[in-house]
């Protein structure tokens, strides 16, 4: 049978008042974890001697049932409850409902089947959450009548003078105890319930925070990052306007210095052609005139490597096959290459040479580092082309290695490479890289002193494949 409505004493609370709580399936689940639960219902099931289990919304057991009762344990043992149905309920005269009404009034409802035994469910609700229950009892409420224990227990299948044995030594609780045992348990399951529901919510703000931190942390160093790269790329703008301005001057000094000294060059020229005629018979004086003439050709060379060098380079892109770029740079050095053992090797790796640039101009690079690749060391020359993938700012792009055999460069000689005027030549004007620098980064290259612990000097010449 189903005892009468609860007393006002037996009402469970809910959240706190005025709260709108809403939770979500993962928070209902570690509200009800039967292991968080466990210790505490141990100590009051065996305090008040009574079984005790968590249930959920719809009466399944979560866990297991806490200090079993002996008469309920000798019956229950050969038919446990089935789906759904209220886990100390033996033999109702109808379907138990008590966690059920428990959940729909808020306040403990008590229940007792044919056997006798009675049990009672305390309802867990956060807010207008219905969560679970607790179910406790499994204990008589007046002394068992033994032809209801011997039916019963024919019913499951049992010796009805055993299960009377065992029900009569059971201790009735009397229904004023009872309602003791429902007020303590309606206490501890709803202080459990909201601390636990406090500490949860707790740990899920400080997670929450802990995300938010880091993903406040995550966008201040990607904001960093992007400052420092603005940054670096005006610090570079800034660099390149005032290294266009500068040879914009420069351009401007040696063609004015060219022009007003080509009337000087010219008259000294016919007066050194002229002194040739008269000293033809001195072989001491004709050696001085040809050193003479020899620095007149390397100051119109150096007019004419400062004034390529500051001129604007006017790129007129278009497919370009990188091969065919190197290979007639180095059919135009084979006045150089005449009488030497030298040998152009490619390792292009069956990649595809083509992009978007100059042939003109990239043709100029390529000359240029042949060419020095061939003044680096002496006989048998091997120069070596290698090719390989890559990328610039996540766009692809062809990266070009050009290595020779020589006696490579030194520490300072790397860092100084590409300045204008450096140069490792007797006769050179320090001019020739500093152009393929320019050139390069014209094209949105890059050109550097290789890594390789090879032998000899490495040139990385790195090229946007662009839209060829």
Known sequence: M??????????????????DVELSPALRADL???????????????????????????????????????????????EPAG???CPFALAPAEPCACVADALEKGAVVRAQDRSGLVHFAVPLVIGKDRLGALVAGQVFEEYPEQLLIEQVAKRLGLSPAKAWERARLEHPVAPATLRVYEDLLATLGQAFLQGRYHTLLDATRRA?????????RRAYDELEKRVEERTAAL??????????????????MVTGLAHESRNALQRSQACLAMLELKVKDRPEALNLLGRVQQAQDDLHRLYESVREYAAPIRLAPGVCDLGEV??????????????????????????????????????????NLLDNALGAGSDPVRVTICCSPAEIEGEPAIRVAVRDNGPGLTGEQKQKLFD???????????LGLAICKRIVEAHGGRIVVGESTAAGAEILVTLPRGKA
């Open 420 to 430: 204008p005027f450096f140069t490792t030549k007797a006769r050179g004007t320090g």
């Open 32 to 78: 009800l974890d039967p292991a968080a639960w466990e210790e505490g219902l141990e100590k009051y099931a065996l305090a008040m001697h009574l079984a005790v289990v968590l249930v959920d919304a719809v009466g399944r057991v979560l866990g297991r049932c806490l200090n079993p009762q002996p008469f309920w344990g000798l019956l229950r043992g050969r």
């Open 2 to 19: 189903r005892v009468p409505e609860p007393s006002a004493a037996q009402e469970v609370g809910g959240a706190s008042p005025g709260r």
């Open 235 to 252: 610090e570079e703008a800034q660099k390149q306007a005032v290294q266009a301005e500068r040879l914009a001057a420069i351009g401007q």
């Open 83 to 85: 789906a759904g149905e």
């Open 326 to 367: 190197w290979r007639a740079a180095w059919a135009e050095l084979a006045p150089l290459r005449s009488g030497r053992a030298a040998e152009l090797r490619e390792e292009t790796c069956v990649l595809d040479l083509r992009c978007s640039a100059s042939p003109f101009h990239l043709k100029q690079v390529f000359r």
């Open 208 to 216: 929450e925070r802990a995300r938010a931190e880091e993903a406040l």
